[in-house]
């Protein structure tokens, strides 16, 4: 189903708590072979630790609903590092 987003190195899961971001996550990366990486592994809302996975590119998919209100931060990071 998600097998296009392939192509896509790092991708970021977010929204509202609730909302169904994980399983989205686990699907998306089941469907690419990307690593799962979950909002515990990242503190939940510590940029910091994002941006320190983010510089490993390593194929992942990263579930952070809590980091929706940094997402305009993040998208210009991602293209800097691509």
Known sequence: MFEL???FNTILVTGP????TRICAK?????????????????MDSLYRLYGLLETNRP???QCPVLCRHIHLLSEVMLQLC
């Open 17 to 20: 708590q609730r909302a169904g």
């Open 60 to 62: 992942m998919v990263i």
């Open 27 to 43: 699907m998306i990366a089941y469907d690419t072979g990307h690593e799962y990486v979950d909002e515990d592994s990242i503190g």
């Open 5 to 7: 987003l392939s192509q």
